[in-house]
Nanobody
């Protein structure tokens, strides 16, 4: 099973940017749909975005569209989440996840379809 480790979180002021990284090991990354999720205190874990196996397609939740960008480098076994124009409401623990399945909205938005999860990296946005 692929193992995932997130990094790059931290404290940033509103309007700032962060780039999160998700490093994978123990599997061939190009076989996996990669997703990003986040969970804020007192809220359910929510879908942020996903990227297809070859990086040709990305999709985002409406609240992240236009501000967040997912990319991947399969040769480096790493997936990235670039976050711009950050808002205090973006404060959350951010997780990356891997799903060994087809790239479809019925899969990449569904938490149960992801077999591997990282431990998360904290993003805190101050007002």
């Amino acid at each position: 099973q692929v193992q995932l480790v997130e990094s790059g979180g931290g404290l940033v002021q509103a309007g700032g940017s962060l780039r999160l990284s998700c490093a994978a090991s123990g599997g061939t990354l190009r076989y996996y749909v990669m997703g990003w999720f986040r969970q804020a205190p007192g809220k359910e874990r929510e879908f942020v975005g996903a990227i297809s196996q070859n990086g040709g397609t990305t999709d985002y939740a409406d609240s992240m569209q236009g501000r967040f960008t997912i990319s991947r480098d399969n040769a480096k076994s790493t997936v990235y989440l670039q976050m711009n124009s950050l808002k205090p409401d973006d404060t959350a623990l951010y997780y990356c996840a891997a799903a060994n399945t087809i790239y479809s909205s019925t899969v990449y938005t569904t938490r149960s379809r992801y077999a591997a999860w990282g431990q998360g990296t904290q993003v805190t946005v101050s007002s």
